[in-house]
């Protein structure tokens, strides 16, 4: 589908494929608005969208033909094909008209406010009241900004450069097309492109800008967005994902009021306690109907998202960078990280979907897209940091005969690292542990049938190592300031080229030396104290974005370079899951949290933006590690079975009947992977709320939570009961999206099912008693038509 992106005489701006439609005017000849985001229209009439509002005491701007000489020419480079006040449109003439009648000091001439217009990138210093899109401080000390029209131009393709990794060439998605609009502040010294990517086969459309210094003098850009949208005025939810370690992506529902609501991180990372989305939808929206409007971000640094709600009820959705204060020299530029924005009539599940689809076809690289992954077992709650050849060998052994694939030896593998106070860095295999080096070990464990997998903490440097010793200043670091601690260690400085190059040399080495096919990629502190000490004063407001650069430059390498090793992203858990990542990561570990229930709730908001394969579940013992609750295994095994499954203990100290369910499990979990992998994921009933004011998107009772996987003709049924309740009525799970005339048969009892019936009244549950319960059902088109 080409020529998905058109403009017409008027400079109205219409991007559109068969998913949405999304358009801008511009006013006056000047003013870039927001016209339209929502299901694709065929024509865009300004008329027929824009709503002029009135209001009285406002800042009004002249409109461009009273004013003469000064403001649009005041660039030396005059509007392309912009109309002037004379040719205003019925839109510019209606704002034009109400504020003439509402605002006296509009009369004399007609003019109108940027507090009434739905911006689409907003500056702050021209009497818009909301916070603007960003913050930029002038060589002269002044704030104020304003952004009017320059030029535009649409190119097929993405557009170079950078796209922060997202969409490289390396994407399913059929046509891309990226339109660029250019606008400028009058004074000549700040130019801001704004870019948008549309493709053929998604229904995600790509956002993000780029500042440039045009002027002679330095100017700082603070935190500037990827994307900023004005949604039509109304009441609405508002929908995000917060947390903690062990707590990952609860999501959270609330009513949308007036005032700035924001979420985000300024540690670094994209954080436990938050996730860069937000949404913001209907109050009647649920998982399958409804209006709901959603952004990412593809980053792994310091994100915020905001919603600030206006006087009028306009509710401002936007997301981007977060404590970023970025200098540019006369002649730089400072490009945002990708936004991700999602809208669908039809609930949250379609959101979801959207989002999983475009992490398959345009994120995750193309080796793993069809790649299934490996059940593995995962030395940490195993053996924690007492790992050594003889144990794991056996970890191998056992592991293979309960389904494994892959071993990863987790912490306590190097130089003299027995707890987590020391050694981060010093990367070579501790001689009493392992001291034949890592190559037996590895070989070992491929004898028994696995492949071998290693964890490191690459980003790390100990106090207490041997590498702090030789290079103090390679850390992050402020001088004359004490550095914080947080686990015994400090973070090293990825910003510097130098630290790069020690990295990619010492992470290439062991993997050449073992040939490990996996690599555990954590990362367990957040930043605080940030300085850098390879970067002049005027640089430091970057450091946070450049270490984000360097870490992407590195994985890029590596990845590059070993494209056999599978980086799964891991910080303490699920502390930096995000699309950013993801283009290195084809797989996640989601939490420290290994419980079954508490997992029920992780997984569940996790699922709002990433597919099922990326998120990592393991089957760990009982009681529980980090909440110490026992759950039958067979619950454990089907909370884990349709995302990417493997083992978090040792099979020597299971139960045998425990270990044959964990088998049965694995090679259940084997069979049905490639059908998982791709298949469209329904959540059915949400978990336990996270505290007392939140809602539900579709709440279930006691904890219960269902979700189903769809794959071509197969329909993958999960139902979780954490607690039992007396008397009550069974559950009935309704399908979403099966068709009338379609008929399933259930793999294990033979049953029939009506599609039609499952869709209206819904599968049954059949009534048990007791705690953790969990059950699956696997059913198989016999007629009719897939969803
Ligand atoms: C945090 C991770 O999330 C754990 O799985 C484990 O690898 C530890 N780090 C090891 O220190």
């Known amino acids: 589908m080409a020529g998905m992106i058109s403009v017409d005489s008027q400079l109205t701006f219409h991007i559109r494929n068969s998913h949405y439609s999304y358009a801008m005017q511009l006013l006056d000849g000047r003013f870039l608005a927001h016209l339209y985001w929502g299901p694709p229209l065929v024509r865009i009439d300004p008329e027929t969208i824009f709503t002029p509002r009135r209001a009285p005491y406002l800042t009004a701007i002249p409109l461009g033909s009273d004013v003469g000489e000064g403001s649009a020419e005041g660039f030396g480079r005059p509007c392309v094909g912009a109309p002037r006040t004379?040719?205003?449109?019925?839109?510019?003439?209606?704002?034009?008209?109400?504020?003439?009648?509402?605002?006296?000091?509009?009369?004399?001439?007609?003019?109108?406010?940027?507090?009434?217009?739905?911006?689409?990138?907003?500056?702050?210093?021209?009497?818009?009241?909301?916070?603007?899109?960003?913050?930029?401080?002038?060589?002269?000390?002044?704030?104020?900004?304003?952004?009017?029209?320059?030029?535009?131009?649409?190119?097929?393709?993405?557009?170079?450069?950078?796209?922060?990794?997202?969409?490289?060439?390396?994407?399913?998605?059929?046509?891309?097309?990226?339109?660029?609009?250019?606008?400028?502040?009058?004074?000549?010294?700040?130019?801001?492109?704004?870019?948008?990517?549309?493709?053929?086969?998604?229904?995600?459309?790509?956002?993000?800008?780029?500042?440039?210094?045009?002027?002679?003098?330095?100017?700082?850009?603070?935190?500037?967005a990827s994307s900023s949208v004005d949604l039509p005025p109304g009441a609405y939810d508002l929908v995000r994902l917060g947390g903690a370690w062990g707590r990952e992506r609860h999501l959270l529902r609330t009513p949308l009021a007036f005032g700035r609501h924001a979420v985000g991180s300024r540690g670094g990372a994209t954080g436990h306690q938050s996730t860069p989305f937000l949404a913001v939808c209907e109050p009647g929206a649920g998982e399958t109907k409804g209006t709901v409007y959603a952004v990412s971000l593809g980053y792994s640094g310091n994100f915020q998202a905001v919603c600030d709600v206006d006087q009028y009820d306009v509710p401002r959705l936007s997301i981007g960078i977060n404590r970023l204060r970025g200098h540019l020299e006369p002649g730089e530029s400072l490009e945002t990280p990708v936004a991700l924005l999602v809208q669908s009539e039809a609930g949250f599940g379609a959101v979801s979907n959207t989002f999983h689809e475009f992490a398959r076809s345009g994120v995750i690289a193309s080796r793993w897209r069809e790649e299934p992954r490996k059940v593995i077992i995962n030395s940490w709650e195993a053996m924690y940091f007492q790992v050594n050849e003889k144990n794991v060998t056996a970890l191998a052994k056992e592991g293979r005969a309960i389904g494994a694939e892959l071993l990863v030896l987790d912490d306590g593998w190097f130089s003299g690292r027995r707890d987590d106070t020391t050694s981060l860095g010093d990367w070579w295999p501790n001689e009493a542990r392992f001291p034949r080096g890592l190559r037996p070990v590895a070989e070992a464990v491929r004898r028994e049938g696995l492949e071998f997998g290693i964890w490191m903490e690459p980003e790390m440097v100990s106090p207490a190592s041997e590498l702090y010793k030789a290079h103090p200043d390679w850390a992050l670091q402020i001088a004359g300031r004490e550095n914080t601690l947080a686990r015994s260690q400090l973070i090293l400085d990825l910003s510097n080229r130098e630290v790069r190059e020690h990295l990619f040399s010492t992470v290439s080495g062991l993997l050449e030396e073992?040939?490990?096919?996996?690599?555990?990629?954590?990362?367990?502190?957040?930043?605080?104290?940030?300085?850098?000490?390879?970067?002049?004063?005027?640089?430091?407001?970057?450091?946070?974005?450049?270490?984000?650069?360097?870490?992407?430059?590195?994985?890029?390498?590596l990845t590059e370079a070993f494209p056999e090793v599978l980086f799964e992203g891991c910080a303490g858990g699920g502390g930096r899951f995000d699309f950013g990542m993801m283009r290195f990561s084809p797989r996640f570990w989601t939490s420290d949290q290994s419980d079954a229930v508490e997992r029920l709730e992780i997984q569940y908001g996790t699922t709002m933006l990433f597919p099922p394969e990326t998120i990592g579940s393991h089957v760990s013992s009982v009681p529980n590690h980090q909440v110490g609750r026992t759950t039958p295994a067979e619950t454990r095994v089907l909370t884990a079975l349709p995302f990417s499954y493997g083992f978090e203990l040792d099979p020597r100290k299971e139960p045998e009947s425990d270990r044959e369910i964990f088998r049965s499990g694995a090679l259940r979990y084997r069979e049905l992977r490639d059908r998982f992998f791709g298949a469209r994921f329904s959540r059915l009933l949400g978990p336990l709320a996270g505290s007392a004011e939140c809602r539900r998107i579709e709440g279930g009772g006691g904890g219960e939570t269902a979700w189903m996987l769809v794959a071509e003709r197969e329909l993958f049924v999960f139902y979780y009961r954490p607690l039992v309740r007396a008397n009550y009525e069974p559950r009935r799970l309704r399908l979403p999206g099966l068709r009338d005339g379609a008929v399933y048969r259930d793999r294990e009892t033979g049953l029939r099912y009506d599609g039609a019936l499952l869709r209206s009244r819904g599968l049954m549950v059949e009534p048990s008693l007791g705690d953790y319960q969990a059950r699956f059902w696997h059913l198989e088109l016999q007629e009719g038509e897939v969803t």
Request: aromatic share 8%; net charge negative; charged share 25%.
């Open 86 to 224: 004379g040719a205003a449109s019925p839109a510019t003439e209606a704002l034009r008209q109400e504020d003439a009648i509402a605002a006296p000091e509009a009369e004399r001439r007609g003019a109108f406010s940027l507090d009434l217009l739905p911006q689409e990138y907003p500056a702050w210093g021209t009497g818009e009241q909301r916070e603007g899109a960003f913050r930029v401080l002038f060589a002269d000390g002044t704030e104020a900004a304003r952004l009017e029209y320059l030029e535009h131009e649409t190119v097929e393709g993405p557009r170079e450069p950078e796209l922060m990794g997202l969409i490289r060439g390396d994407h399913d998605l059929g046509t891309v097309e990226t339109l660029r609009i250019r606008l400028g502040d009058p004074r000549g010294e700040l130019t801001v492109d704004l870019f948008y990517l549309v493709a053929e086969e998604s229904a995600v459309l790509l956002r993000w800008a780029r500042f440039s210094n045009s002027g002679g003098e330095p100017l700082t850009i603070r935190d500037p």
């Open 514 to 557: 073992s040939g490990a096919t996996y690599v555990k990629w954590d990362m367990n502190r957040n930043m605080s104290e940030v300085g850098s000490l390879a970067h002049p004063a005027h640089r430091q407001g970057e450091v946070m974005h450049r270490y984000m650069l360097g870490l992407y430059e590195l994985l890029g390498r």
